[in-house]
């Protein structure tokens, strides 16, 4: 069977989309160890894993690297998510492509809907133009703390025999991710209040920017040869130039070439900007670099732009 015909056959034979709070009422004890739980992005198998422990095991459908706004489910991908005991997904339509099928999975947990619609940033007029939410709240550490708890309480549910396994875990990490924030909070103090400014090309930094008091610029418009995009050029590097700022990110699937007319905008102007390190967005690293956890991706994506931002390459 090829997997559109199993994707349709799949979405015509589940009810209609589930409200979120009806599908945890509805998990079911499954009576087995390992719980089989099926993830999309990577930074929520890394949580899985850290609350599920050693009653788990995770399968994860996204690696470092993959665009989840864009991932679409391989038949591989329908058949796995149908066997699982429990999904857990990141939501906020992050999973562009999947949010029809993950919304009518019953046992598929959007662990973001743990947090309370009113934290959430909603851009003007949506979201790419499409979305109430801005999905990268993973950013503000704060907010994913709160997803900790969807994922006991939902593991518990499907395990009970696990309940406290999963508690004391879930409390552990929460610790962690506190830490976690303390350090965040630290490292940003060290950039002198003016510079405080993350300049990328990826929408995805606005909850960081808005917990932990950077400025985000996006170079949105660069990439276009129009008049539009040059004066977006001048703009940007008066900016730069001003507020004195040493450096500018940048993600490998980023045209490089707007970017260096920025940088050589700002040197016409008797100011250096470098080109800072490559920050993860929407994917943690591979598994086994310490960058391929939740934790690891923040501290490195903060080390980046803090020492970025100091004028100091890493
Ligand atoms: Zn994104």
Known sequence: ????????????????????QGKMAQLQPVQQTPVRVVTTVNFVTDLVQQVGGSRVRVTGLMGAGVDPHLYKASAGDVRK???AHLIFYAGLH????????????PKAIAVTDAIPRGRLIQPAGGFQGQYAYDPHVWFDVSLWRLTIGQVRDALSKVDPAGTAYYQANAEAYSKRLAQLEAFIRREIA????QQRVLITAHDAFAY???AYGLEVRGLQGLSTVSEAGTRNVQELADFIVQRKIHAIFVESSVPRRPIEAVVAAVRARGWNVAIGGELFSDAAGSPGTPEGTYVGMMEHNI???VNGLLGRQL
Do not use: D, Y
């Open 81 to 83: 998510l149908l066997q």
């Open 1 to 20: 069977m090829n997997g559109r015909f199993l994707f349709m056959a799949l979405l015509l034979s589940l009810a209609p989309v589930a409200a979120a």
């Open 303 to 305: 080390r980046t732009i």
């Open 94 to 105: 992050l999973e562009g492509k999947m949010v029809e099928l993950l919304e009518r999975l």
């Open 208 to 210: 960081l920017g808005r």
């Open 190 to 193: 060290r950039v002198p209040p």
